[in-house]
């Protein structure tokens, strides 16, 4: 185990409750002395297998067999909700047609595309942002079904975000999901290159 720590956007913290249960606090702010853990879902079920949590802690700790499977439903959950706000301000256009215009428009912060929807579309979108000469990042992360009950639409497949605040925050919690998953952030499986072999073990706090 080693104590190596990282920037705090690569990675996850976890706290220790009263009753021993390990709970992870992806926002970093729940009470409570911390763990922190490189963001890579491997690394999480490692920890957890080899009972680093408990070690760092010096306390027993409850570490649930499928926790690394939560942190990813927390990781997702916390970008449709970014996605679901940036929606509700106004910075979020769906329906190829919408978000063609809006790349010939330029000032798309993010492109939007359901992992389940079709490649021609994509790829003629991805022609229309070489035209405008967008380096809007492609987020291929969720399926229509998410993106549809995120934005609270039917058969969202294309979205484009704005650029802006809302924008940044939501890629951002984006690429940390695909890297949390060892993925692209358009959704595309990276090679082992880009995945640590060894985990970091955990960084307790102070």
């Known amino acids: 185990?080693?104590?190596?720590?990282?920037?705090?956007?690569a990675m996850i913290r976890f706290v220790r409750g009263p009753d021993g249960a390990l709970a992870p606090d992806i926002a970093a702010r729940l009470p409570g002395r911390g763990v922190w853990v490189t963001a890579r879902a491997e690394l999480v079920a490692q920890a957890a297998r080899k009972h680093l949590f408990a070690r760092s802690l010096k306390a027993r700790v409850d570490a649930e067999p499928q926790?690394?499977?939560d942190v990813d439903r927390l990781l997702e959950a916390d970008c449709l909700r970014m996605l679901s706000l940036a929606n509700k301000a106004g910075a979020v256009v769906a329906g190829f047609g919408k978000v063609a215009d809006a790349l010939a428009r330029r000032g798309v912060g993010a492109l939007v595309e359901a992992s389940d929807g079709g490649e021609d579309g994509k790829r003629k979108l991805a022609q229309a942002a070489r035209r405008g000469e967008s380096a809007a990042p492609v987020i291929g992360l969720f399926s229509s079904v998410q993106l549809d009950l995120a934005l609270g639409r039917t058969n969202v497949i294309h979205a484009a975000l704005a650029e802006g605040g809302a924008s940044t925050a939501f890629v951002a919690?984006?690429?940390?999901?695909?890297?949390?998953?060892?993925?692209?952030?358009?959704?595309?499986?990276?090679?082992?290159?880009d995945i640590e072999a060894e985990p970091d073990g955990c960084?307790?706090?102070g």
């Open 1 to 9: 185990m080693t104590r190596r720590r990282g920037a705090p956007e």
């Open 67 to 69: 926790l690394s499977e």
């Open 173 to 193: 919690r984006c690429r940390r999901l695909a890297a949390y998953r060892g993925v692209s952030i358009d959704g595309a499986t990276t090679t082992g290159d």
């Open 203 to 205: 960084a307790t706090e």
